[in-house]
């Protein structure tokens, strides 16, 4: 298992390729574009650990972005006892979800994601869209 920990928008997430995560919103960037995280604080490839002081040199988290969104409501509710004084906030972090395509090393690709397995839906079909006979 290849994992990477990178640091985005002043937090540190533990990335996998083919997973996708929410960051903070990031300024500047538009749906399914490219996306290069090289603030890299740690990969680990197959058991084998590279540290970064603070940050892995040469190493690159590929990305892609694949939406802005806004994240669930936080109700903020706050009352002084006795006075009458009440006030109801609402707040959504606005988020940006990223698809992480591959962790690089030295110009090195260490780890992709997987490509999703072919279809078998056409080979049991035949061109009339009848489903084929099973003997």
């Known amino acids: 298992m290849t994992y990477a920990i990178v640091e985005t928008s002043g937090k540190q997430l533990w990335v ?40 892995v040199p040469e190493a690159v988290v ?37 698809l992480i395509e591959s962790i690089e090393l030295n110009g090195t690709t260490l780890a992709t994601a997987q490509s999703a397995p072919p279809s078998t839906s056409e080979a049991t079909t035949d061109t009339t869209g009848i489903p084929a006979a099973e003997e």
């Open 16 to 55: 996998e390729p083919g997973r996708f995560y929410d960051v903070d919103r990031l300024p500047g960037t538009e749906e399914n574009s490219p996306l290069a995280l090289s603030q890299v604080l740690l990969i680990n490839h197959e058991g084998q650990v590279t540290l970064g002081h603070p940050y």
């Open 62 to 98: 590929r990305a892609r972005v694949l939406q802005h969104r806004r994240g669930n409501k936080i109700i903020v509710y706050k009352m002084r006892p006795k006075k009458g004084t009440r006030k109801k906030r609402g707040h959504r972090q606005p988020l940006t979800r990223v």
